[in-house]
């Protein structure tokens, strides 16, 4: 284990004008990052709502969002790992083929 997952970390963040304080073992470029994204979408979902929708109806459907990203790109990376299995093994093939075509 690295030594930076080792150490707590306390990050002062701002999610939709709410300060948090986020303690734990995770690189607070990470949790930065992290509370970017968050913010960043909550702020594109109010801005796409009704003004006197509230900020729980906003934190969800900005999860959501996330949820739905999330489980795009992880679809769309099971595509490429399962398209460069399928094209390796065509290539583990052909060499086989083609050194016992030789011996």
């Known amino acids: 284990m690295s030594e930076q997952s080792e150490i707590n970390h306390s990050?002062?963040?701002?999610?939709f004008g709410e300060e948090y304080t986020i303690r734990g073992k995770v690189d607070p470029a990470l949790i930065k990052r992290v509370s970017d994204l968050v913010d960043h979408k909550m702020k594109e979902v109010a801005a796409n709502?009704?003004?006197?929708?509230?900020?729980?109806?906003?934190?969800i459907l900005a999860a959501m969002n996330l949820a739905g990203?999330?489980?795009k790109a992880r679809e769309d990376y099971q595509s490429v790992v399962d398209e460069v299995q399928?094209?390796?093994?065509?290539l583990i093939n052909e060499i086989d083929t083609a050194i016992n075509s030789t011996s």
């Open 11 to 15: 990050v002062r963040i701002t999610i």
């Open 49 to 59: 709502t009704p003004p006197h929708t509230s900020e729980k109806r906003i934190a």
């Open 69 to 71: 990203d999330f489980l």
């Open 86 to 90: 399928s094209k390796s093994q065509l």
